[in-house]
């Protein structure tokens, strides 16, 4: 059964500083992976998502994430934060080849970011 | 721009009483999804259909949800009765066709049962 691990339940960065949210996966095969951010009382915004192309995915908002197998990770990262990147953020897997919709989503990392 | 629309955005019920959330789907998405997510967590689906047909719904709690796309265009969740327990966001989502497209994500309904 395929799981994700979300490690950290709360990160708080500087303004300016490298935002780091990190993301391990389990499964037998190597997953679609996704990462989504939510804003209070909102939906979910994909963010990124790698379905076996490259390894190293460009995203909105400046994020990016590589998808390292041997380590089984996909950690999120943003060079330098914004106010506006404080959100909720959810790493989830799908099935390759399966619905990209059908998802397991980790317990999500809140990001604070200080002036 | 093409949004999943979803209604009501909040909704307070009394415990054991029925409730009704809605979702329309982005123009000609095929597949859609019912997500429940508990303060704190990630979403966990509910239920996937795709056009008019249920093709999974292993985690629905069918003695007292049910999920519905009729004409497989808008679709609704009911609970009856609900629970304390059931108090969460439930989030609708569309994608095109379910494989090699991403599923995008209403606003979600947020329920609280007292």
């Known amino acids: 059964a395929q799981s994700v691990t979300q490690l950290g339940s709360h990160v708080s960065v500087s303004e300016g500083a490298l935002v780091l949210l990190r993301c391990n996966y389990s499964?037998?095969?190597?997953?679609?992976l996704f990462w989504y951010v939510q804003y209070p009382n909102q939906g979910l915004q994909l963010l990124l998502k790698?379905?076996?192309?490259?390894?190293l995915v460009k995203g909105i908002n400046g994020f990016e994430a590589e998808f390292k197998k041997s380590e089984t990770s996909f950690h999120l990262t943003k060079p330098s934060a914004h106010m506006s990147d404080a959100a909720e953020y959810f790493c989830a897997v799908s099935q390759p080849g399966g619905s990209q919709g059908n998802l397991i989503f980790g317990k999500g990392t809140k990001l604070s970011v200080k002036p | 721009e093409a949004e999943v629309a979803q209604s009501p955005r909040y909704k307070i019920t009394e415990k054991s009483q029925a409730v009704a959330f809605w979702c329309d789907p982005i123009s000609g998405h095929a597949t859609l999804y019912w997500y429940r997510q508990i303060l704190g967590q990630g979403p966990e689906l509910l239920v996937q259909?795709?056009?008019?047909?249920?093709?999974?719904d292993s985690q629905l709690p069918k003695d007292r949800f049910s999920a519905e796309r009729l004409k497989g265009v808008d679709s609704t969740l009911k609970i009856q009765p609900a629970e304390l327990g059931d108090s969460a966001m439930y989030l609708c989502a569309s994608s095109w066709k379910p494989m090699n497209t991403e599923a995008f994500f209403g606003q979600g309904t947020r329920l609280t049962v007292v």
């Open positions: 259909f795709q056009d008019e047909s249920v093709v999974d």
């Open positions: 499964s037998s095969v190597p997953p679609y």
């Open positions: 790698y379905t076996s192309a490259a390894t």
